[in-house]
């Protein structure tokens, strides 16, 4: 399984924009796809999106669409989460995780970084 670490989660204003980094120390990450997925306070955890591994396809959950992109940069084994036009309703724990093309779950998950945007 490849280790992911997230970061870049703070308190931020409605309409800041914030990008959130997901960083893995394994040397074959390029083999990865990686999602994003947050949970807020007594939710559950949802989808918020996701890129292959050469970072030419990227799919979104309807609630971030136009907002979010997901970028990667596989030679510094990082994937972004750039962030604009920020929501309350956007405050929740994000986190990155991993899966093969064979896969069909994520199954290597990041520890996750809080998000907090105050209105």
């Known amino acids: 399984q490849v280790q992911l670490v997230e970061s870049g989660g703070r308190l931020v204003q409605a309409g800041d924009s914030l990008r959130l980094s997901c960083a893995a120390s394994?040397?074959?990450?390029?083999?990865?796809?990686i999602g994003w997925f947050r949970q807020a306070p007594g939710k559950e955890r949802e989808f918020v999106g996701d890129?292959?591994?050469?970072?030419?396809?990227?799919r979104y959950a309807d609630s971030v669409k136009g907002r979010f992109t997901i970028s990667r940069d596989n030679a510094k084994n990082t994937v972004y989460l750039q962030m604009n036009s920020l929501l309350p309703d956007d405050t929740a724990v994000y986190y990155c995780?991993?899966?093969?093309?064979?896969?069909?779950?994520?199954?290597?998950w990041g520890q996750g970084t809080q998000v907090t945007v105050s209105s």
């Open positions: 394994e040397r074959t990450f390029k083999s990865y796809i």
């Open positions: 995780a991993a899966r093969t093309l064979l896969m069909q779950d994520f199954t290597s």
């Open positions: 890129i292959s591994q050469s970072g030419i396809s990227t």
